[in-house]
């Protein structure tokens, strides 16, 4: 709404005597009085008015005219207000602000900035576009951007973004030297609307230090704002492929040590007899790093029909068993050499037996007796790696962690709850996306702890800590940016575990052969690690090599 104020007060006619002698009467109602040159190019803001409001003291014919004239000039309605209209305003809005009431709001112009959320730069309103303030308050931004500023820096750049000017700007606000670690930088807008220019804070808790960024003297960027956005993306540091364990024929074709799964499928087909002890050690066995089965639950491309038909009848009667045993009068049996020719299927096992198994973590673990599978600790081993290797979906995968994840991290076993975990983390494409930061928290303390309890020691019992940690980049998945040296604390504290692994390794001296062995296996895999962690492209393969190690 805009208000033009036009003042033509009522007043009688006069005669006034002319200089040659001559009356003339003067009547200043009339419209040849009014300052129509005004009113034919009214202010272009009229134009985007959807109410136009005229006031005025004047009465009488002035005032129809001034009406008249502003409705041929701006095309539309023109309401009248009373003659009274702003000093009646006036009164009410100086009552108001005698008790304390707001009188009017202001309109803040937005400003904005960049931020990055989950590692990813994007726009953060300081101020929003639809921001009102109380008139005469001061505004300030209700929550403040944060900016992370690496180490090393000695400056802080910030772009702004403020409406109704033609461009962006970049703003510089140098430091007294360069920053000793990653500091958090606090972002807000004070604003009183009187005062007209917005005054732009920054505060780092850590310098104890506050800052003004002078908008006036910012460099203009003559860029978009999406494409200075674009601009500072960075690319993702890299993750190491999933781990997929290849399926080959040698397993599956006798050898002149022993028959091959063909063989020993075809015998229990025609004797309808299982030898379950045999038939797990082919499943489990990994000639030429091929095993008969893949990690993902493929079958080699070039295997003769008969041998999946085969598979399948000896998988339903080891099912069978398995299930009888769960079903019977406690234990029938302590054998499960039919539940691991099952689990060493991988993906291909059915999926209730991976139920089995995670029912049997989540109401026993622990415990030894209390069921079938389990009768004695190391039973828990079969029980925890097996489930890892069967699981099929994210659901459980989800539900497995979540069983895991909730017992304390010093009561695990590096062969039982940090091989599960491990396994399904480097394995799975959707298992990573299931962790949340407390998740990898917990995770990167068990890796953390086994890293202690390897140091000068002989490494025997360090298969899945490096596993743990491959997994953990794994997270990458889901945080993008997550776990890198220099922007992540826990990323530090795992990169410090492993350098003191690796110069451990490297600096023992009077080792035996066994330790040369472990040594020339294990450095290359933690420095591996270590470039993952520096955000580094490093072996795609890695989690292969920690495999195999």
């Known amino acids: 709404?805009?208000?033009?104020?036009?003042?033509?007060?009522?007043?009688?006619?006069?005669?006034?005597?002319?200089?040659?002698?001559?009356?003339?009467?003067?009547?200043?109602?009339?419209?040849?009085?009014?300052?129509?040159?005004?009113?034919?190019?009214?202010?272009?803001?009229?134009?985007?008015?959807?109410?136009?409001?005229?006031?005025?003291?004047?009465?009488?014919?002035?005032?129809?005219?001034?009406?008249?004239?502003?409705?041929?000039?701006?095309?539309?309605?023109?309401?009248?207000?009373?003659?009274?209209?702003?000093?009646i305003g006036a009164l009410v809005a100086g009552q108001r602000m005698s008790h304390g009431d707001p009188v009017y709001f202001d309109f803040l112009p937005r400003i904005s900035t960049i931020v990055a959320e989950n590692g990813e730069p994007q726009n953060f309103d300081l101020i929003d576009e639809k921001e009102t303030l109380e008139a005469g308050q001061v505004y300030r931004s209700p929550r403040p951007a944060t900016l992370a500023i690496?180490?090393?820096?000695?400056?802080?750049?910030?772009?702004?973004?403020?409406?109704?000017?033609?461009?962006?700007?970049?703003?510089?606000?140098?430091?007294?030297?360069?920053?000793?670690?990653?500091?958090?930088?606090?972002?807000?807008?004070?604003?009183?609307?009187?005062?007209?220019?917005?005054?732009?804070?920054?505060?780092?808790?850590?310098?104890?230090?506050?800052?003004?960024?002078?908008?006036?003297s910012a460099e203009d960027d003559?860029?978009?704002?999406?494409?200075?956005?674009?601009?500072?993306?960075?690319?993702?540091?890299?993750?190491?492929?999933?781990?997929?364990?290849?399926?080959?024929l040698h397993p599956w074709e006798d050898s002149p040590k022993a028959p091959g799964l063909l063989t020993l499928l075809k015998e229990a087909e025609k004797k309808q007899v299982f030898d379950w002890h045999s038939l797990a050690q082919k499943a489990m066995a990994r000639p030429f790093q091929e095993y008969c089965?893949?990690?993902?639950?493929?079958?080699?491309?070039?295997?003769?029909?008969?041998?999946?038909?085969?598979?399948?009848?000896?998988?339903?009667?080891?099912?069978?068993?398995?299930?009888?045993?769960?079903?019977?009068?406690?234990?029938?049996?302590?054998?499960?050499?039919?539940?691991?020719f099952l689990t060493w299927q991988f993906r291909r096992c059915p999926a209730e037996v991976t139920g089995w198994l995670a029912h049997c973590i989540e109401k026993h673990a622990g415990k030894i007796g209390t069921h079938p599978f389990v009768w004695h600790q190391s039973n828990w081993v079969l029980i925890y790696q097996g489930v890892a290797r069967t699981v099929q979906d994210a659901e459980m995968e989800k539900r497995l962690l979540r069983a895991v994840l909730c017992r304390r991290t010093r009561s695990w076993s590096y062969r039982a709850e940090s091989a599960c975990v491990s396994l399904i983390l480097s394995r799975s494409e959707t298992a990573p996306l299931s962790l949340s930061r407390d998740d990898v928290e917990v995770i990167a303390q068990r890796a953390?702890?086994?890293?202690?309890?390897?140091?000068?020691?002989?490494?025997?019992?360090?298969?899945?800590?490096?596993?743990?940690?491959?997994?953990?980049?794994?997270?990458?998945?889901?945080?993008?940016?997550?776990?890198?040296?220099?922007?992540?604390?826990?990323?530090?504290?795992?990169?410090?575990?492993?350098?003191?692994?690796?110069?451990?390794?490297?600096?023992?001296?009077?080792?035996?052969?066994?330790?040369?062995?472990?040594?020339?296996?294990?450095?290359?895999?933690?420095e591996g690690l270590l470039d993952y962690l520096e955000g580094e492209n490093g072996n795609p393969n890695l989690l292969l090599d920690i495999y195999d190690a």
Not at 22 to 31: P, Q
Not at 185 to 201: C, F, M, T, Y
Not at 314 to 338: F, I, W
């Open 448 to 526: 953390i702890i086994e890293f202690q309890e390897a140091y000068g020691s002989q490494y025997t019992r360090f298969n899945y800590t490096p596993f743990l940690v491959g997994g953990l980049i794994r997270w990458r998945l889901k945080e993008p940016q997550a776990l890198v040296m220099g922007r992540d604390p826990l990323a530090d504290l795992l990169a410090v575990s492993l350098e003191q692994a690796k110069n451990d390794l490297m600096t023992r001296r009077g080792v035996d052969a066994a330790f040369k062995k472990k040594r020339e296996k294990y450095v290359p895999i933690l």
């Open 150 to 216: 690496p180490k090393g820096y000695d400056e802080i750049p910030i772009y702004l973004r403020k409406d109704a000017e033609p461009h962006p700007r970049k703003a510089v606000v140098k430091l007294n030297s360069a920053l000793e670690k990653d500091t958090p930088v606090s972002v807000w807008v004070e604003q009183k609307p009187a005062a007209g220019r917005a005054r732009i804070v920054m505060h780092a808790s850590s310098l104890v230090r506050t800052f003004t960024v002078d908008w006036e």
């Open 1 to 87: 709404m805009f208000f033009i104020p036009i003042f033509a007060l009522p007043c009688k006619r006069e005669i006034i005597r002319l200089r040659n002698g001559d009356w003339e009467e003067i009547n200043l109602e009339w419209s040849d009085a009014l300052p129509v040159q005004k009113l034919n190019e009214p202010p272009d803001v009229l134009m985007d008015c959807d109410r136009i409001f005229l006031e005025t003291i004047a009465e009488g014919h002035v005032r129809s005219q001034i009406e008249k004239l502003m409705i041929e000039a701006v095309k539309q309605k023109v309401e009248r207000l009373p003659p009274d209209a702003v000093s």
């Open 222 to 248: 003559l860029r978009a704002w999406d494409e200075i956005i674009a601009s500072l993306a960075t690319p993702p540091p890299a993750i190491p492929d999933r781990l997929v364990l290849k399926c080959g």
């Open 293 to 340: 089965i893949s990690s993902d639950g493929e079958l080699p491309a070039n295997l003769p029909d008969d041998a999946a038909r085969q598979l399948d009848a000896v998988t339903r009667a080891a099912v069978a068993v398995t299930r009888a045993r769960l079903d019977g009068d406690g234990r029938t049996s302590e054998d499960n050499a039919a539940l691991q």
